[in-house]
């Protein structure tokens, strides 16, 4: 069983900077991918950005050049680091490890 916990959402103006964290508990977090979704008001959860085991990454193609997931196997953290953001990245965004762990999510709000 792994813990998720997701932490550093806010509020913030277009074009404004945020880092999201995600803290993952119990064993085995370097052997999953983990990744980042979100879910807009009246929209499906969808895919931001994922690494892989072997450092592989994927992005959404709205996020490319702006958004970069990282991951720190040593402390089982996951972090999303946001920049140039825009209104419609507000969501509520989502940890999730291994397909199969998610938390509860932190709210982004990009707004003037």
């Known amino acids: 069983q792994v813990h998720v916990v997701e932490s550093g959402g806010g509020l913030v103006q277009p074009g404004g900077s945020l880092r999201l964290s995600c803290a993952a508990s119990?064993?085995?977090?370097?052997?999953?991918?983990v990744a980042w979704y979100r879910q807009a008001p009246g929209n499906q959860r969808e895919l931001v950005a994922a690494?892989?085991?072997?450092?592989?990454?994927n992005y959404a193609d709205s996020v490319k050049g702006r958004f970069t997931i990282s991951r720190d196997n040593a402390r089982n953290m996951v972090y999303l680091q946001m920049s140039n953001l825009q209104p419609e990245d507000t969501a509520v965004y989502y940890c999730?490890?291994?397909?199969?762990?998610w938390g509860q999510g932190t709210r982004v709000s990009v707004s003037s």
């Open positions: 999730n490890i291994g397909l199969i762990y």
């Open positions: 690494i892989s085991r072997l450092g592989t990454f």
């Open positions: 119990g064993n085995g977090f370097s052997s999953y991918t």
